[in-house]
């Protein structure tokens, strides 16, 4: 069973551009998480998407956003990019029927650097 | 707001010793994780820990969770080197698959 695949794996940006940043969650996961992982804020959530509605936000400015499309697949955008944004960007999917629970499943991450 | 706080932030042990690694978190909540992460790696998913009570062992390494004192532990028994990663602890807000987690604890072992 494939694990969740995000890409690419490593993206170079200047401050001021936008970019989109893609998650292929696994088979039958109809939630998707997004977070954000710095060395001075750790690990942080951005948002979550569960049949292509999101159903959490963190708290982070709407330069970030993000959506999901019908296969479950998600897209997160960051525009207007700052040197803050320098980060590991990782997705987690996970079935989201909350019930009893299942752990998120996370990706090898986008590693987004600003220049 | 809830707050995950995880403690020691860095923990260098020798082989073969034993240690627990702490995690506190603000409020309620009955749904508590554990993950690995390796440098330059993902994370890897150790342990659900979803009632008060609960304890899962996978190894050397063995997880609980008190709901009542809002505190989950990771204890590693007989440490051995491939040990040696990022744990982290994260808490689920409410059954809303939204984690916070912990600072993590950087776990380094020594022959």
């Given amino acids: 069973k494939a694990g969740v695949t995000q890409t690419p794996r490593y993206l170079i940006k200047t401050r001021g551009q936008q970019v989109t940043l893609s998650c292929s969650p696994i088979s039958g996961h109809r939630s998707v998480s997004w977070y954000q992982q710095t060395p001075g804020q750790g690990l942080q959530f951005l948002f979550e998407y569960f049949s292509e509605t999101q159903r959490n936000k963190g708290n982070f400015p709407g330069r970030f956003s993000g959506r999901q499309f019908s296969n479950s697949r998600s897209e997160m955008n960051v525009s207007t990019l700052e040197l803050g944004d320098s980060a590991l960007y990782l997705c987690a999917s996970s079935l989201g029927a909350r019930g009893p629970g299942q752990p998120q499943h996370f990706g090898d991450g986008t590693r987004l650097s600003i220049l | ?111």
């Fill in chain 2, 1 to 111: 707001e809830l707050k995950v706080e995880q403690n020691p932030l860095f923990l260098s042990m020798q082989e073969g010793k034993n240690y627990t690694i702490y995690c506190n978190y603000s409020t309620t909540s009955d749904r508590l994780y554990w993950y690995r992460q390796d440098p330059g790696k993902s994370l890897e998913s150790l342990f659900v820990l979803l009632s008060n009570g609960a304890v899962k062992q996978e190894g050397r390494l063995m997880a609980s969770l008190d709901t009542k004192a809002r505190l989950s532990t990771l204890h590693i028994t007989a440490a051995v080197h491939d040990l040696s990663a990022t744990y982290f602890c994260a808490v689920d807000m409410n059954n809303t698959d939204k984690l916070i987690f912990g600072t993590g604890t950087r776990l380094q072992v020594f022959p």
